[in-house]
């Protein structure tokens, strides 16, 4: 019961009208009154059974609210969809457009044509049993609506000047409209409002002055419909400033309403009928209420949408409970409910959920015990707690793609995260706890579909591990917890796997080049670089590492990039009898440079001259060309995989045995794929620019003078500025590197020495 609904809405109306917002939608309180009926409807008639379909779950239309529910069917509404009546016996439904409505706790609803129902001037009474309604005018009666009590009756009030009014029973019989106005209450009675009829009465609440400037009360009392007249009234205590009631009901044996106390925290206070004794119980929060009364059991709850309320938290939610007038006994009947409407024979319907069985209509009622039951009547098919859905992280995530993200499902948005992504070879993990919203700016942990993603790009800002940006494995977990404390918090595990395409030299996966340099007694060193800024130049970062003797059994050694994906760049080495081997860099937190060796296979004596580590093919792999002692080009395609890394030669080019050197150098002309330099007998360097097929465009001239150089190494980004370099290695130790332009006609700045193997003192053989 809404007693005293006009003074309530001086201080709660807002509240009240954003919970209809949540659950009807923005303007569904402002919408004309019209009926019309579906073709889905045409079985409809007045002899439906009450509660025929008990047992039978019913669809209840998602993202919808109840309005109204009656003996043969309830009306569920919202914004986009308009307002529908759905039978219990078989489901169909009736369409009544999309106006104000009003309950009746019957087959009776009714649909107003003013903003909201109480300044409708016409209602219309719609016996949805019957297929029949009812149109009063009560503004040509000086009148505003009440309370609907029958199929063709309603309660109206008439306010006098002195703001006192008197209640009329209207009805309309055919054509002819008769009054009858309420006796039995108090002359000096104003804001009365009225409950739903039931068993043949109303309740009225108002309030009144108990003498002249005396303190404003209220007062509640039962009306007989049959006579027009109050047969018991209720005064209570309460003064008016803290009465501004949210509810009021009345059962065979109790009276019960809400009241305030300092304008923030409510109560609900019930009274026996029979002595009029009053009991108090104390919520203890502000929130709008939503609350019923079943015999001597009062229920309440905080009215709430599932979903929160959108702005990264949610109202405190108090499920949907029952508390015995008789005893201390109190029985949760929903976890949560968004709004309850009364219904026929004594009952309630509340729309709302439970943990085990879900989101939908719930009737309330008594059971054989005495107790009340919760039963669910009509279902949405959504769970109400929160339930996880699975990963939608790859199983191999691709951190150079710009979007790379983990991102998980949930059934909800309302949920605290908690996140913790651990890297199974290093140790270092990321954490993130974080509260996802869905107001306009939004959560940036929301990606739609009720996803919830992380990206990569966070990761590396925040996390030591993100920033070394490792591959390989990875574990994670993560959990989810209800903001409205609706259900368990659901917790999961998994794991993935990081693949990247790795820097052309980066053996160690720490983002910078390394280099190579064999030395005359055949032991091979390590040397990290690092870019200097002040000297543009590349340098040592931190002295030489010895990989390991033995080395001068290999006659060519060349870096070929990341080929197995794991991470680090690759090298081969061609031994004296021709057979080729693959050396896998072995990565960040290694103690060891290179792994040990994979033999490839043999034959590669063929070949004068290789070189690898740039994609020349376009399918994101580095890839090997090679020039026979014909002269002839053949490329190499990688594979992926460590134990036959290339795949069958291909024959793309002849004529380059004027070239003595040729350097694969990563994208230097402008193209998606890799480019190779080559230089001639004469010391001329030229660029071939790749066409990303395996194949080149003609050749353009670089310059002279390369000739000073017995290595040349495309290092990769060296200077951090996205375009590949080279380094250039000579005679006596001389070494310089060459910023990249992105020019393809003058690929190279202009040269800057480079002291990143100077500082060993040693002259190499060999630098890779």
């Known amino acids: 019961m809404n007693s005293v609904r006009r003074t309530t809405r001086r201080r709660l109306s807002a509240a009240i009208t954003t919970v209809l917002a949540v659950t009807l939608g923005a303007g569904a309180l402002a919408l004309p009154a019209s009926a019309s009926t579906s073709a889905s409807t045409s079985a409809v008639t007045a002899e439906t059974e009450p509660g025929a379909a008990v047992g039978t779950v019913l669809p209840f239309p998602r993202d919808a609210s109840l309005l109204a529910a009656g003996s043969t069917g309830f009306l569920s509404g919202s914004w986009e969809n308009g307002k529908v009546w759905t039978r219990y016996a078989d489901g169909s439904t009736t369409a009544l457009g999309t106006g104000v409505v009003d309950s009746t706790g019957s087959d009776v609803v009714v649909t107003g044509d003013g ?42 009030k008439v306010t006098r000047a002195d703001r006192t009014a008197e209640v009329r029973l209207i009805t309309r019989t055919g054509a002819a409209v008769t009054q009858k106005t309420v006796t039995g209450l108090p002359a000096g009675a104003w804001g009365i409002d009225a409950t739903p009829a039931r068993d043949g009465s109303v309740l009225l609440g108002y309030y009144m002055r108990s003498e002249e400037g005396g303190p404003v009360e209220g007062a509640f009392s039962v009306v007989d419909l049959a006579t027009a007249s109050a047969v018991s009234t209720h005064a209570t205590t309460a003064p008016y400033t803290y009465m501004n009631n949210e509810f009021s009901a009345f059962s065979a044996t109790h009276l019960a309403w809400s009241e305030w106390e300092g304008n923030s925290v409510q109560r609900i206070v019930t009274a026996d009928r029979a002595t009029g004794t009053e009991s108090r119980i104390d919520l203890g929060y502000g929130e709008a209420l939503t609350a019923g009364l079943l015999g001597s059991w009062v229920m309440y709850a905080t009215p709430t949408n599932l979903e929160g309320n959108g702005t990264g938290g949610s109202p405190s939610n108090v499920p949907f409970m029952a508390k015995s007038l008789t005893s201390d006994e109190s029985v949760k009947l929903l976890d949560y409910t968004g709004r309850v409407q009364p219904g026929p024979d004594g009952t309630l319907l509340a729309r709302g959920g439970t943990v085990e069985k879900g989101e939908g209509l719930y009737r309330i009622s008594l059971g054989a015990d005495g107790r009340p039951i919760a039963e669910l009547v009509a279902s949405t098919g959504e769970p109400t707690q929160l339930v996880y859905l699975g990963s939608l992280t790859p199983q191999t995530l691709d951190l150079d793609s710009p979007g790379a993200r983990l991102t998980w499902k949930l059934s909800r948005m309302n949920a605290d995260i908690d996140l913790t ?66 259900g368990p918090a659901v917790e999961a595990s998994g794991s993935f796997t990081a693949v990247k395409t790795s820097a052309p030299h980066d053996i160690k996966d720490n983002g910078t080049p390394d280099l190579l340099a064999r030395d005359a007694q055949g032991v091979l060193w390590w040397t990290d670089t690092a870019y ?48 080729l081997w693959l050396y896998t860099g072995a990565g960040f937190g290694h103690d060891r440079i290179l792994a040990p060796r994979t033999r490839i296979g043999g034959g590669w004596n063929t070949y004068s001259r290789f070189t690898g580590g740039s994609d020349l093919t376009g399918d994101g792999r580095p890839d090997l060309v090679a020039t026979d002692k014909a002269g002839d080009l053949w490329l190499h395609k990688s594979t992926g995989s460590p134990t036959a890394p290339f795949a069958a030669r291909k024959k793309i080019g002849y004529g380059w045995g004027i070239y003595n050197q040729i350097t694969v150098t990563g994208n230097i002309g402008g193209n998606p794929t890799g480019d190779l330099v080559a230089r001639d007998k004469d010391g001329v360097l030229w660029t071939y620019l790749g066409k990303g097929d395996g194949t080149f465009a003609p050749r353009t001239r670089i310059g002279g003078g390369w000739g000073a150089y017995t290595d040349t190494v495309g290092i990769g980004d060296g200077d951090k500025d996205g375009r590949p370099d080279l380094y250039a290695y000579g005679p006596g130790g001389a070494a310089y590197f060459y910023p990249g332009t992105g020019d393809y006609k003058a690929p190279f700045g202009s040269r800057v020495s480079s002291g990143a193997l100077l500082g060993d003192g040693v002259s190499y053989n060999g630098t890779y």
């Open 115 to 156: 903003q909201y129902m109480h300044g409708s001037k016409v209602v219309r009474l719609h016996d949805m049993a019957a297929g029949t309604s009812v149109a009063i005018d009560l503004a040509a009666l000086g009148a505003t609506y009440m309370q609907a009590v029958s199929r063709d009756s309603v309660l109206a």
């Open 421 to 486: 992504v651990t890297n199974l070879r290093t140790g270092k993990s990321f954490s993130k706890k974080a509260s996802l919203y869905t107001e306009s700016a939004g959560s940036p942990y929301l990606c739609g579909g009720n996803t919830v993603c992380v990206s990569w790009a966070e990761i590396a800002a925040e996390s030591e591990m993100g920033k070394d940006a490792h591959v390989g494995a990875y574990e994670w977990k993560f959990k989810a917890t209800p903001q409205n404390g609706v």
């Open 532 to 579: 200097d800024a002040g000297r543009k130049s590349l340098v040592a970062n931190g002295g030489r590492v010895r990989v390991g003797g033995g080395w001068q059994a290999y006659d060519r050694i060349e870096a070929v990039g990341d080929i197995v994906s794991r991470g680090s760049a690759d090298f081969v080495a061609r031994d004296r009898d021709g057979v």
